[in-house]
Each structure stands twice: as C-alpha cells, then as structure tokens.
C-alpha cells in the first residue's frame, strides 16, 4: 500500500467543509446511539438470546463502520481546510475496511433473515437455532467480508482520488467495479429477499392449511420480523442509490468529478437511518431501553429528594 508523502495546495467549493461536518455530525450521531443500544444489550437479560445475538451482531457491525466511515470523513475534512490534496499511509486500509464492513452489514441482515426463517420452516430442528450455529454464520460472514477485498489492496485497484479526499475503486468500466457492485450489493440483497420472499410462500400455506393457532401467530410474528429487516435493507439501498447510479453512468459517461462526496453523504445519512430503523422495529430493545430509562429514572428521583 504505497501513499504519497506530500502534498499539494488546491482550490475548493464552498459547499465541501459545510458537507463535511454534516457527514461528520451523522457518523458520531450514529457512534453515540449504537453504542448505547449495545451497552443496554449486553447489560440486560431479556437481549440475552439467539435473535438478539444476530441483532447484536448488525449494532456491532454498523458501530465499526460509522467508525470508519467518520475516520474518512475526518481525512476528508482535515484535506479540505488544509486546501491540500495528500494521500496518508492508512488511506487505502480505510477504503479496504470501508468495503469490508459494508459486505459484513449487508450479511448480517441475511444471517438475521436466516435465523428467523429456520425458526417457522424448521422449529423442530433446534441444534440449527442454537447459538453455535448462529455464532458460527456470524463468525462465516465476517471472513467473507474480510477476505473479499484483499486482492484489491495488492493489485492497486484502489487508488486516491485528490478531488474527492478519498481512496476508492475509480468507477469506471471494469472487472472491479462490477466485482464491487456484486458482492456488495446484488448478492447480499438478493439472498435476502429470497429469503423474505420463501418465508411469505410458506406462511401463505400455512393459512391455507389447519395450523394451530400459537403457531401461525408465531409464524406471522417472524415474517413481520423479516420484513422489517427487508425494509432497513431497502432504506441502505435507497439511500445508496446515488452510488448505484454514479456507477451505472460512468459505464457510458463522464460522471461529476465530484461523485464520491455527493455519494457519501446519502451514504452517511444512511447509517444514522438505518439504526433508527432498527431500534424503532426491534421490540426486545424498546423494552429493555424502557426499563434502563425508568432505572435510571428512580435513581435520580430520590437523589434529588
């Protein structure tokens, strides 16, 4: 990983340092609010299961990337004010961790979606359900996200980019991108919704058929579940899709010079959205949020008596 130890004065937008901290305020917000939900996980027993373990695991997951997605920003922020354009020793470990973490996010909605299809299709099959399997496809995603983009920092696909403070894959067309594109975003999306889609086929049958009634009950429940999941996959997908379609022009165009920075803030909105989401569709957290409040509430009453 070669860098460029010096460095060059530039002119710059009025608009970039304005965006820069606004991608900056999104990323501690979203550092600030995960870390707490994993502080109330881990400290309260009712979070402590196998569906909330694989919940865990996506807190987890979008803390380290809000992580890494501030130190890119603050390299971006720091090269702005500086009006410099200087590529540091750590700028491609960022992109690669960038992209790893991304694969990882986008995985741990399917090991979730897994979880709770196994659960209606298969609830008899506990050893499938159990922590150590859950466990071991947590721990599966994370090599695959790890492991995926390596190649890329050896080959020298990802490469600074002085107009927007940033080490990236140039879109453009070619083997990498559509590499990135795919294993980033198509594969994990579209296991997910196969799964969402297989899930809703069964419970269907199951109306058709005669079920008892606390197992059609726990079924619906877990499709709700799955389709909440689906829908804090569509909102990174949304939010995305400034990425998406700067990708798809720079196959047959010139994109704007300034892509990258335009991408990241939906991309950085998203992060704060999508752990919104996740709080408000996760009731175990609701509760076990509620009870840490009136906790801290009964506290502090008497102390002030």
């Not at 996980?41 to 402590?48: D, F, T, Y």
């Not at 927007?164 to 453009?172: D, F």
């Not at 196959?251 to 408000?280: G, N, Q």
Request: hydrophobic fraction near 50%; include cysteine.
């Amino acid at each position: 990983m070669g860098f460029v130890n010096n460095s060059n004065t530039i002119d710059i937008e009025p608009w970039y340092i304005p965006m820069d901290i606004l991608r900056v305020i999104c990323t501690i917000i979203t550092i600030i609010f995960t870390s707490i939900l994993l502080i109330i996980i881990s400290s309260n027993k009712i979070c402590r299961t196998v569906p909330m373990m694989v919940v865990s695991n996506t807190c987890l997951v979008e803390l380290i990337c809000a992580c890494t997605a501030l130190s890119l920003v603050s390299f971006t922020l720091e090269n702005d004010i500086k009006r410099i354009e200087y590529q540091d020793s750590l700028c491609v470990f960022r992109a690669y961790i960038n992209y790893s973490m991304t694969i990882i996010q986008n995985h741990s909605y399917n090991v979730q979606a897994m979880y709770r299809y196994i659960t209606v299709v298969y609830p008899a099959r506990h050893f499938w359900q159990s922590y150590r399997i859950q466990f071991c496809l947590i721990i599966l995603t994370w090599v695959v996200g790890l492991v995926a983009f390596i190649p890329l920092v050896f080959t020298g696909d990802i490469i600074y980019n002085p107009e927007n403070q940033i080490c990236q894959a140039p879109l453009r067309l070619s083997f990498t991108i559509f590499y990135v594109a795919f294993v980033i975003y198509i594969i994990p999306n579209m296991i997910l919704n196969i799964i969402y889609l297989k899930l809703v086929r069964y419970v269907r049958e199951m109306n058709k058929r005669v079920t008892p009634a606390n197992v059609l009950s726990r079924a619906e429940r877990e499709l709700k579940m799955t389709r909440n999941i689906v829908t804090i996959s569509t909102i990174l997908v949304i939010l995305g899709f400034p990425y998406a379609i700067f990708i798809l022009m720079s196959f047959f165009t010139v994109i704007p010079k300034y892509h990258f920075r335009i991408a990241f803030i939906f991309i950085d909105v998203s992060t704060t959205a999508v752990m919104i989401a996740l709080f408000k569709t996760t009731d175990p957290i609701k509760i076990a949020t509620k009870k840490a409040i009136g906790g801290l509430i009964n506290k502090v009453v008497p102390t002030a008596q």
